[in-house]
């Protein structure tokens, strides 16, 4: 299993590692998946001090022209380049408005410090109420993490549709979820009637003929 603590980044991201790594941690990422964020981020910083860039000119053009290196290295990318490209922009946000933060967190406050839970969860609910999104009960209300659960089943919906071996993608998934082993992905397969009756379908189906 990898170590995020053994992954070294080198060059302009070098500043933000630190930073980056803790904030993987407090987001609750297990380390195999933060180890492959690091890693990521790593292969980024030797990209860009090799072009002799800085942090700062990774530029939605330039983050196309990382992806293409590393898809021409034989590297399969875990992040979509509107994600990466989302991120870049926000770092250079972030570094014109806090140059020196008060502490070397990835995502910082207006005042230059670590983001508290509190806060973030206030302006999800201030987020939320702006969509005009309502509450089924007291006790049923949207939540931040309802968006990871309906992006693994909107996933998993579209692998199911699509015909595609879902088994041999679940990898992929836990990845992006940050779980350790497969098998806790495999939870979502349940999460869902419309997904329930996708993999119905799929079991009933004779041998060599598409659901």
């Not at 070294?8 to 380390?31: I, K, W």
């Not at 990774?58 to 290295?73: G, K, N």
């Not at 005042?111 to 006790?139: C, F, I, M, Q």
Request: hydrophobic content about 40%; overall charge positive; charged content about 25%.
């Amino acid at each position: 299993m990898g170590r995020p603590s053994r992954v070294r980044v080198t060059g302009p991201l070098e500043p933000y590692a630190s930073g980056f790594r803790e904030e993987l941690a407090r987001q609750g990422y297990r380390p195999h998946a933060a180890s492959n964020q690091l890693q990521l981020m790593a292969h980024a910083g030797r990209w860009l001090a090799s072009r002799e860039l800085g942090a700062g000119e990774l530029t939605p053009a330039r983050v196309d022209e990382f992806l293409e290196a590393r898809r021409a290295e034989g590297y399969k990318v875990p992040l979509h380049a509107s994600t990466v490209a989302a991120l870049a922009a926000y770092t250079r946000r972030r570094d014109e408005l806090h140059p020196r933060p008060v502490m070397p967190a990835f995502f910082i406050s207006t005042a230059g410090t670590r983001l508290l839970y509190g806060n973030a969860h206030l302006a999800w609910l201030d987020l939320v109420r702006r969509a005009g999104l309502e509450p089924r009960s007291a006790k049923c209300r949207p939540r931040p993490h309802d968006l990871r659960h309906r992006f693994a089943v909107r996933t998993l919906l579209g692998w199911y549709r699509d015909g595609a071996d879902v088994h041999a993608r679940m990898p992929l998934l836990s990845t992006y979820l940050g779980h350790v082993h497969p098998g806790n992905t495999y939870w979502y397969l349940s999460a869902a009637p419309e997904l329930l009756h996708l993999v119905a379908a799929r079991l009933d189906a004779p041998v060599g003929e598409p659901a």
